[in-house]
């Protein structure tokens, strides 16, 4: 399932998530694909759990190797690997900037990132491949809207034995991704199945709903008069 749209409008201007993607579209574009090291830029400043927690591993050109927590959340592998993790910030972003406050959500994004890497660190602490992308952020951000907007209706293009376009709950849609997260990490335990640091989408996932919750919940809505988002009509 790949959303499209949600009919949920933002009541102010989703500055830092304009920043968020455009800071990934840019270094993606300047730094290309992440082949061979030599190849790239910003080699170094990718996430390598076996170097995180030793000093004799600086970072790239003598920055701490704890850096590249957050230096990673800004790299990305492919063209679709960027495509599809901004896309999810672009629909779903706004709300939750909107609710929290521009300084609030930069923050809640970063510490989203953070839980994301720690949870694929501690999982496998000597791995020696790179990890990269903003999908543990992201998905932070995710249960953010899923705990604040489960009744906004989100266009899906669901692709299955058939193609078909129709409009989901963000319970549904946001629910069914976090449960294949869950399951996918669990089967592929230490692994990153098909390149893909599922357990990062998990801890990610979990520490946005955490903070979330912390922050108050649904009951933070109530400081727009009490008006719920998905009852509002988009034009």
């Known amino acids: 399932m790949i959303p ?16 968020l993607v455009a800071l990934n579209v840019i270094v993606f574009l300047y730094n290309g694909t992440l082949t ?8 170094g400043f990718e996430l390598i759990p076996a170097h995180l927690f030793k000093p004799e591993h600086g970072g790239a050109v003598g920055f701490p190797s704890w850096i590249t927590i957050f230096t990673s959340m800004f790299l990305h592998a492919n063209l679709l690997h960027v495509g599809g993790n901004m896309l ?9 900037e909107d609710a929290l406050g521009h300084f609030k959500f ?4 970063l510490l989203a ?16 491949v790179p990890m990269v992308g903003a999908s543990g952020a992201i998905a932070g951000v995710l249960a953010a809207y899923l705990v604040l907007f489960p009744g906004a209706k989100v266009v899906t293009l669901v692709i299955y034995f058939f193609i ?13 991704w976090i449960v294949i997260q869950v399951f996918s990490s669990i089967m592929m335990g230490a692994r990153a199945g098909g390149g893909v640091a599922y ?4 801890g990610g996932f979990a520490a946005g709903y955490l903070m979330i919750m912390m922050l108050g919940g649904r009951g933070m809505l109530d400081r727009f008069g009490g008006v719920s988002y998905r009852d509002r009509t988009r034009w």
């Open 88 to 96: 999810y910030l672009w629909i779903f972003g706004n709300n939750v």
């Open 199 to 202: 357990a990062a989408h998990v």
């Open 164 to 176: 078909q376009v129709v409009e989901l709950p963000a319970a549904v849609l946001l629910g069914w």
């Open 106 to 109: 930069l923050l809640f994004y």
């Open 4 to 19: 499209l749209r949600d009919d949920n409008p933002a009541r102010t201007t989703p500055y830092i998530m304009y920043i």
């Open 36 to 43: 061979a090291s030599g190849r790239n830029p910003l080699a």
């Open 113 to 128: 990132g953070l839980g994301a890497a720690m949870a694929q660190v501690l999982l496998s602490p000597t791995s020696q």
